[in-house]
């Protein structure tokens, strides 16, 4: 039973805040499940109601503590509400998990100035805003998490990736800023790496089911990804199991990034 204990302590989360942007749907909305699951209070932060209050409803339908927050990541300005919004249900986080992302995908020679500050603001800019908010108390307090979702875009070049993959390779530099920051003070900064996953992100992906065999075929498990296959690796990152993995870019993509 001790040994049981020991290992029960070292991945909890009980008495752990979280917030988790783009909670609502895709890998965010499994990480947001997996760290209540866990034992994490959990704020959803996404822009749709609808979406945002059908994850929480299932949350606390399953015993959970979870409240969602209506946020808009594409100004600054929506980012420094969204701020303020998080700590109201449950006070400052623990873990801050940056899931949401906006993937527009036009053309390289297409790219134009709203394009690139939409993507910039809202795959980067809004990590960097929330570590700067939350990091320093984490640090305060001896325990913290940040986690980024980054792309395979972010290490290569593939499905027009274009801004997103600079937005996505500049998160991973971030981390790891974040990481040499505050990780002396307990806080730890991780970035997980999907492969091709099937989530509303890649809908329009979808509809050439050559190239999601394709994909699928470049993975070493013989399958793309599913949103689930990030709760593991999220609770992993979020908990005291963690505590000397900083600065990482963990992939979770069946072995794409090595085939």
Not at 23 to 46: D, F, K, P, Y
Not at 131 to 155: D, K, N
Not at 165 to 193: C, D, F, I, M, Y
Request: aromatic share 6%; net charge negative; charged share 15%.
């Amino acid at each position: 039973m001790t040994g049981q204990s020991s290992l029960g302590d070292l991945f909890s989360l009980e008495g752990r805040t979280a917030v988790v942007t783009g909670g609502s749907s895709g890998i965010g909305r499994a990480i947001a499940t997996a760290l209540a699951n866990a034992g994490a209070a959990v704020v959803v932060l996404a822009r749709g109601r609808q979406a945002l209050d059908a994850t929480v409803t299932d949350l606390t339908d399953a015993g959970c503590r979870a409240a969602a927050v209506v946020g808009d990541l594409s100004t600054r300005a929506g980012i420094r509400s969204a701020c303020d919004d998080v700590v109201e249900p449950f006070g400052e986080p623990d873990v801050v998990v940056s899931s949401a992302g906006i993937n527009l995908r036009p053309p390289m020679a297409e790219i134009d100035e709203a394009v690139w500050d939409a993507t910039m603001t809202v795959n980067l800019e809004a990590p960097f805003w929330l570590g700067q908010r939350f990091g320093p108390g984490m640090a305060e307090r001896g325990y913290g998490r940040l986690i980024h979702v980054s792309s395979q875009q972010a290490h290569r070049a593939f499905v027009t990736s274009g801004a997103y993959g600079v937005s996505k390779g500049g998160l991973e530099s971030l981390a790891r800023s974040q990481a040499e920051a505050w990780s002396p003070h307990g806080v730890t900064a991780n970035t997980l790496v999907p492969g091709f996953v099937l989530t509303p992100l890649n809908r329009r992906l979808q509809d050439d089911p050559a190239r999601v065999a394709a994909l699928a075929d470049r993975t070493l498990v013989g399958r793309n990804g599913l949103p689930a296959d990030f709760a593991g690796p999220a609770v992993f990152l979020a908990s005291a199991a963690s505590s000397y993995v900083t600065g990482q870019s963990i992939h979770v993509d069946g072995g794409f990034s090595v085939h």
